[in-house]
C-alpha cells in the first residue's frame, strides 16, 4: 500500500473568500479521504433572537450571509407572517421575488467568477464580475444597498419601485441577458474550460439524493429539486422552470447555475408583467405564538427557517440550516478520488458559502 | 513614495465576517472600481502582502488562524479593519462567540467603517494605510541605520 499523507486545505487559502478546514488524505496525487472541520465563522447568532424584539431580528437574518442575505431576509418574514397569519400585500410579494432573482443573479455571477477563477481563467473571472456590478447597481437603485438591502420586514417591504423603473426594467434586463449570453458561452462552449470540468468531481445522482445535495449541486447530478416549484409567495403565479444537467460533474453544476440566470431574468420579466399595485406593507400587531418551517429556494439550493414564538416580543428559537450545509457531505464524496490539482474547483463547485452554514 | 506604497500587495483574511464586506473587497479589486490599475494586488500568501485586509467579529476558532496570517507576513505592515464588525463586533457583538473586532487579536491601523463597506470607502481605506505603512517603513530604516546597517540595506 502506497504511504498515506495528509495535505491541509484552508482555512487560509487563495480561492477560498472564507475559511473552512479540509484534511486531504492522499495516497501519491490521488485523493482517498478528506475529513472537513468547520467552525471558523460560528458566530452563535441564532440565540439573539431571545435578546431582539422578533421585528428588528430581521437585519440580523440578512447578516447571516452577505451573498444571499435579501432571501433570507425574507424568508424569516414569511416563517413569522406564517406564524401570525398575516396577509401580506400581493405587491409586497412581487417586489420579494424581484428582489430575491436580482439576488440569485448577483450570487450566480459572482460564483461563476470565482469559478472562472479557480480554474485559471483571471479574464472570465473579471468579466464575470463586471456584468454582476450591473445587477448590483439596480439593486442600489431601489433599495440603497449594494450587498445588505434591508427591504424586507414583516409584514411587507420597506419601500417600492415606482412604475415607471418597472417599465425601464425590460430593457434592462435585454442588455443583461445579451451580456450574460456572452459571459455563459464561453462557460459552456470553450473547449479550455470544458476540458478542466468535464468528468471532475463526479457524483451520481443517487448518491447526490442520498447525501442530501440541495439546490443547483443537486440539479446538476439529475434531480430537479426546486423549491421555487412549491410556490411560496409570489412564485406560485409565475411559471418557473427548473434547470437540470445529468453528467453529475463540475461542468454540469457550472451549466445549471449558468442557465438559471436566464430563468430569472425569465422570472423578473413575468413578475413585473404581472406585479399589481396597491400597498406594499400591513401594520403588525400582537406577537407570534406557535412554530413554522419556512422553507425557500437560496441561489446555493433549499433554505430552512424554523421559528418559534410564545406570544412575546422575543423568539424562542431560530434554527437556519443552510445548502451549503447539507452539500458538504456530497461534497466529500465528491473529493473522494479526485486528483490533488482538483480539489479547489471541486471545493467550489458547490458554491460553499461559509458564513451561512456555520451561522 | 517609495515602491512599496506604488505597488501595496494584500492579502485578505475573513474573521467571522458574514461575506458582505469579503465581496466588496473583492469588488473593490474587479473592474468598474479596480485598484489594481494602482498596482494593488491581492495575493493569497501572507508571506508576499504588505497590507492585511480583515472582516468580521473574530470568533474563539479564528483567533489562532488570524494571528498565524498576521505573523506571516514581513514587516513593514499593515492592518485594515473593514466594516463594523470587524471594528465593535458590530450587530453581533452580543452573540457568545465573537471577541468583538479585529482589534482584540492583533493591532489594526485603519478601521473602515459600513455595513457592508462599501468598495469606495474600502479604497480610501487602503490609500489612508499606505500613508502609515510608508512611516512604518521610513521608521524601520531609522530604527536600521541606529543600529550600524544603511539605509536601504534590508532590516
Given at each position: ?13 487563495p ?21 472537513p ?21 430581521v ?22 407572517e ?8 400581493e ?9 430575491s ?59 417600492d ?44 445522482r ?24 412549491s ?61 413554522y ?19 412575546s ?8 440550516r ?33 458564513s451561512?452554514?456555520?451561522? | ?44 500568501n ?75 470607502s ?7 494605510a ?12 531609522q ?10 540595506e534590508?532590516?
Amino acid at each position: 500500500m502506497t504511504k498515506q499523507i495528509i495535505v491541509p486545505f484552508g482555512p487560509q487559502h487563495p480561492v477560498l473568500p472564507e475559511p473552512i478546514h479540509i484534511d486531504l488524505v492522499l495516497e501519491d496525487e490521488r485523493v482517498v479521504d478528506a475529513i472537513p472541520s468547520i467552525g471558523y465563522i460560528h458566530r452563535g447568532f441564532e440565540k439573539l433572537v431571545e435578546k431582539r424584539e422578533f421585528t428588528e431580528y430581521v437585519y440580523i437574518a440578512e447578516r447571516t450571509c452577505g451573498i444571499c442575505s435579501f432571501i433570507h431576509g425574507a424568508t424569516y418574514c414569511q416563517g413569522i407572517e406564517q406564524i401570525m397569519n398575516i396577509d401580506v400585500p400581493e405587491r409586497a410579494q412581487y417586489l420579494r421575488v424581484i428582489w430575491s432573482e436580482f439576488s440569485r443573479l448577483h450570487s450566480h455571477l459572482l460564483w461563476l467568477g470565482l469559478f472562472a477563477d479557480a480554474f485559471g481563467f483571471e479574464n472570465l473571472f473579471m468579466g464575470a464580475w463586471k456584468t454582476r456590478e450591473k445587477v448590483l447597481d439596480f439593486m442600489e437603485e431601489t433599495t440603497g444597498g449594494r450587498v445588505i438591502q434591508g427591504t424586507s420586514k414583516v409584514g411587507g417591504v420597506r419601500r417600492d419601485i415606482s412604475s415607471e423603473r418597472l417599465d425601464r426594467m425590460t430593457k434592462d434586463l435585454d442588455d443583461l441577458d445579451r451580456e450574460m449570453k456572452e459571459l455563459t458561452d464561453v462557460f459552456l462552449h470553450d473547449d479550455s474550460v470544458r476540458h478542466r470540468l468535464r468528468n471532475v468531481g463526479t457524483i451520481s445522482r443517487n448518491d447526490a439524493y442520498h447525501l442530501g445535495a440541495v439546490g443547483p449541486t443537486a440539479r446538476g447530478s439529475g434531480v430537479a429539486i426546486d423549491l421555487r416549484k412549491s410556490g411560496y409567495g409570489a412564485y406560485d403565479r409565475l411559471n418557473v422552470q427548473v434547470v437540470t444537467d445529468s453528467c453529475g460533474d463540475c461542468y454540469s453544476r457550472c451549466a445549471v447555475r449558468a442557465k438559471e440566470l436566464f430563468t430569472s431574468t425569465d422570472l423578473i420579466r413575468q413578475a413585473v408583467k404581472k406585479i399589481p399595485e396597491g400597498p406594499i406593507d400591513v401594520k403588525v400587531t400582537g406577537a407570534p405564538d406557535g412554530e413554522y418551517f419556512m422553507r425557500a429556494e437560496q441561489p446555493r439550493g433549499e433554505l430552512v427557517h424554523y421559528l418559534k414564538g410564545n406570544g412575546s416580543k422575543f423568539l424562542v428559537r431560530s434554527r437556519i440550516r443552510t445548502p451549503t450545509l447539507t452539500n458538504i457531505p456530497p461534497l466529500i464524496k465528491m473529493l473522494q478520488g479526485c486528483e490533488l490539482a482538483d480539489v479547489p474547483v471541486i471545493v467550489l463547485s458547490i458554491d460553499p458559502c461559509i458564513s451561512c452554514t456555520e451561522r | 513614495m517609495t515602491y512599496l506604497a506604488k505597488s501595496p500587495w494584500i492579502v485578505h483574511y475573513n474573521a467571522s465576517s458574514c461575506n458582505g464586506c469579503d465581496i466588496e473587497i473583492l469588488a473593490a479589486l474587479t473592474p468598474v472600481f479596480d485598484v489594481e490599475r494602482f498596482g494593488i494586488i491581492n495575493t493569497g500568501n501572507p508571506k508576499h502582502a504588505d497590507i492585511l485586509l480583515c472582516t468580521g467579529s473574530v470568533n474563539e476558532q479564528n483567533k489562532v488562524p488570524l494571528k498565524n496570517v498576521y505573523d506571516q507576513m514581513p514587516e513593514p505592515k499593515v492592518v485594515i479593519a473593514i466594516g463594523i464588525c470587524a471594528a465593535t463586533g458590530g450587530i453581533f457583538r452580543e452573540c457568545y462567540n465573537v471577541q468583538g473586532g479585529i482589534d482584540k487579536v492583533i493591532p489594526v491601523d485603519v478601521f473602515v467603517p459600513g455595513c457592508a463597506a462599501r468598495p469606495e470607502s474600502i479604497i480610501d481605506g487602503v490609500v489612508t494605510a499606505l500613508g502609515i505603512l510608508e512611516k512604518k517603513r521610513a521608521a524601520m530604516l531609522q530604527k536600521g541605520s541606529a543600529e550600524g546597517t544603511k539605509a536601504g540595506e534590508t532590516v
